[in-house]
């Protein structure tokens, strides 16, 4: 038998294997063990199932969670940028445990003065700071609560202890299970400027006016559960928020040329707005475009306004689990009315004029483009309005409403990336209505849970607002820098929030792509789909867990993912499957004018050694020549050549042979082994497009499962009927493999480019700026008719 050749794409290279290797494949011939076993299940790391959790992912039959309702009356003082407050919380105990004392979250004490966020801190000096790096650095701005009293329902005071972003309110009695227990908390804070990313106000120079954007203003329970008791873990300022659902009815009083915006649906409509905003508001509900409640010029208008009476706007929202809301007097209001598996939801903006042309033009519409489009990938949107602010904050999430930023220039110019962000970051925060206002995960513990899964359901509904959207997340390509990036830098997406590296790309970017890549490469679209919605429905308005997530997804496809979970969410493994080599095969026919003939060409087309090709000018005459008596049989015997022996050999093996193993030995078909290796540690599935001899394609999606008896190294034959002259893996970039110059075989270069540039080169202006040098901007359209 001819020994192996390496593979070469030439004409007439190929290595002649007998069919008889190939007649059994030998099921166990890899079964040598790398040394880890990546296809452990996960059952030793997730937690044991009960009544409450079950080892499908769904809520148990004894499954319960906590409620806490609210009644809150809120002040704002515009001349100090301050708020106070009051208000009555009602606190049901479902829970089997008796409960000897509450946890309440204080998380606007992360800006308080003795502030463990700012103790914490990592900071460090460099040659040259900014003036805003310096302010941080010396701030003594207090913004955490002055909590004035807490009392029980009788006006007692109540004994607490404060631990900074938490305070324990201590009960006069036990709480029972089925027990509500009611008490009252009194507040006041100073609101920040730029000192916190998720809520604050923005000054406006040109006409002395302030936008502000509230949340986190009211001390607000913690979350009581089954799976942990009290999360009361500090709020740090990275990991958000975990709270339980309720009832909320709050009473805003601000000054009275202010507009308010905010989670759930205005209860004092009469009072607050004009009739000419009543009637828009009512138009709205059935338009087909955005239409204009309060539109440019009367916002325009009433920044000039001063008032010193004020108003009392009052809104209601059941079962969320937060409220937040926004104030200004610069407000353009717009709003369009959908309608969701029947149920109306009114979607709407808020936004000063500096927002505009953009905002007019798009905030709307991508709130509502968000509401439909999650709503078709996880659950029907139930609550009545959904709603984007535009202000300080660059995007924040709260339940109906959300805080987003992205602003063009002020001549109304703008980039194609600040167009781009401002419909990406409305997408994101209002998402999040779903991840984890409605699905309400721990987002103090699990980052990913809320963050990755929305950028998921981002990305695919990026997809479906434009084609070709250029989407930051999601495709596997755009993960790789990171994943490349040193093992020092990076931490395995089960990391606690507070302590992630590389916030963006662990909580976001990673379990994003690598739910794309479930669907798209893994599981497919139907499987992917119908397993994700199952979880969406089975922990709407509960408390999910990464195993609930885990578990359900399995569950629902009969798709056994444990080393999916166990390589994307607890390792920092990276993909890089390499190609190592491939030896190409056909069978042999066993008809030796065939073969000989073969091998004859073979030995023709070969050239002779560098040695043989010297030694025929250096050596004239060999001793054989000199003396033909030494010449024997052997000397002019050509094994090639087909005797009557060998014919009648291939004739009684014909004979031996079934029909059916004749026609396979005339069969053309080549035989292709290709050596695979896991350089990165994460097992992928092995995707592999052949380019034929005829310049056709051919792709082959090998599940992961090819790697579970070796993680680190397999091979893997391919038949193919038409020659095969190149073999790559990964062709689209599914995978997100990090290193492409070993994924094709002939080998061929990743392609690169690098970029010439002159130092501190003045930007250019964006395109728009260009184009409309020269030609005036179109007025605005009529309230009714929506914006332009």
Not at 106 to 123: F, G, H, I, P, R
Not at 144 to 159: H, M, N, P, R, Y
Not at 693 to 719: G, H, L, M, S
Not at 752 to 767: G, V, Y
């Amino acid at each position: 038998m001819p020994s192996h050749i390496p593979f070469f794409p030439r004409p007439g290279l190929v290595a002649l294997l007998p069919l008889a290797l190939l007649a059994a494949p030998a099921a166990h011939a890899q079964t040598t063990n790398s040394g880890t076993d990546k296809f452990a299940q996960l059952e030793t790391l997730l937690p044991t199932p009960n009544s409450y959790r079950t080892a499908s992912g769904a809520p148990g039959r004894d499954y319960w969670q906590q409620r806490a309702d609210y009644d809150i009356k809120v002040t704002l003082d515009d001349a100090k940028q301050a708020i106070s407050g009051r208000e009555t919380i009602t606190y049901t105990n479902r829970s089997p445990d008796t409960l000897p004392y509450l946890w309440v979250q204080l998380d606007q004490n992360v800006l308080a003065k003795n502030s463990m966020t700012t103790a914490t801190e990592v900071t460090q000096l460099q040659d040259r700071m900014s003036f805003n790096a310096l302010e941080i650095l010396t701030s003594d701005f207090d913004g955490g609560f002055k909590i004035e009293s807490v009392t029980g329902a009788d006006d007692k005071a109540l004994k607490t202890v404060i631990n900074h972003t938490m305070m324990r309110v201590d009960l006069p009695a036990p709480l029972r299970t089925g027990q509500a227990f009611a008490f009252n908390v009194k507040w006041r804070y100073n609101i920040n400027g730029q000192q916190n990313k998720r809520n604050g106000y923005e000054y406006f120079p040109e006409d002395k006016n302030y936008l502000y954007e509230i949340a986190q203003f009211y001390p607000r329970m913690a979350v009581y559960s089954d799976n942990q008791g009290w999360q009361h873990k500090q709020f740090l300022g990275d990991g958000e928020f975990t709270v339980p659902f309720g009832d909320y009815r709050v009473s805003i009083t601000a000054p009275a040329d202010h507009v308010v915006g905010a989670t759930g649906t205005l209860q004092n409509a009469a009072q607050v707005l004009t009739a000419t905003q009543q009637k828009r508001l009512a138009q709205a509900k059935t338009a087909k475009k955005p239409v204009l409640i309060i539109t440019q010029a009367e916002a325009t208008r009433n920044e000039s306004s001063r008032a010193t009476a004020t108003k009392t706007w009052t809104y209601a929202a059941q079962n969320v689990r937060d409220f937040a809301w926004a104030s200004s007097r610069k407000f353009i209001w717009d709003a369009l009315g959908v309608v969701q598996r029947g149920k109306p939801v009114m979607c709407m903006s808020y936004y000063p004029k500096e927002g505009n042309p953009l905002w007019g033009q798009y905030s709307t519409e991508v709130v509502a483009h968000t509401i439909k489009t999650y709503s078709k990938f996880t659950i029907d949107y139930q609550y009545p309005v959904a709603i984007s602010v535009h202000g300080p904050v660059g995007g924040m999430e709260y339940p109906m409403i959300s805080f987003n930023g992205r602003r063009p220039e002020k001549d109304g110019t703008y980039s194609a990336a600040v167009k781009y962000g401002m419909i990406s970051v409305i997408t994101h925060e209002v998402g999040h209505n779903f991840f984890p206002m409605i699905i309400n995960s721990d987002e103090r513990q699990w980052t990913w849970m809320d963050e990755g899964l929305n950028s998921f359901v981002q990305y695919l509904t990026e997809q479906e607002w434009e084609r070709n959207y250029p989407s930051r997340r999601g495709e596997p390509a755009g993960i790789v820098d990171y994943m490349r990036t040193d093992n020092s830098l990076q931490v395995p997406i089960m990391t606690n929030s507070e302590s992630l590296l590389q916030f963006g790309n662990n909580g976001y970017g990673k379990p994003a792509t690598a739910l794309n890549i479930l669907r798209e490469t893994v599981m497919g679209r139907e499987l992917f789909d119908h397993a994700f919605k199952t979880y969406a429905q089975r922990w709407a308005y509960k408390h999910p867990t990464p195993a609930d997530f885990f578990r359900t997804m399995e569950d629902a496809s009969a798709v056994d993912l444990d080393w999916f979970w166990r390589g994307w969410f607890y390792t920092t493994d990276r993909c890089d499957l390499s190609l190592e080599s491939v030896k190409a095969y056909t069978a042999s026919t066993r008809d030796p004018a065939v073969e000989n003939a073969r091998s004859q060409q073979q030995r023709a087309a070969a050239p002779a050694s560098i040695s043989a090709q010297r030694n025929a000018a250096d050596i004239p005459k060999t001793l054989v020549d000199e003396k033909p008596e030494l010449k024997d049989f052997y000397n002019g015997f050509d094994p090639l050549a087909v005797t009557p022996a060998d014919q009648q050999r291939y004739t009684a093996s014909l004979e031996a042979l079934s029909p059916a193993q004749r026609q396979r030995l005339s069969d053309t078909q080549n035989f292709y082994e290709l050596s695979l290796r896991n350089l990165g540690g994460l097992v992928m599935p092995v995707i592999v497009q052949m380019t034929f001899a005829d310049n056709t394609q051919e792709t082959q999606t090998i599940p992961a499962e090819i790697w579970r008896r070796n993680n680190a190294q397999v091979t893997k034959v391919i038949v193919t009927k038409k020659p095969v002259i190149r073999f790559v893996l990964d062709p689209f970039q599914q995978t997100a493999d990090t290193d492409l110059s070993n994924n094709a075989f002939p080998r061929q270069p990743a392609a690169s480019r690098f970029e010439l540039f002159q130092q501190q080169a003045p930007a250019a202006p964006n395109p728009m700026q260009q184009a409309q040098s020269a030609t005036p901007a179109p007025k605005p359209e009529s309230p009714a008719g929506g914006t332009k």
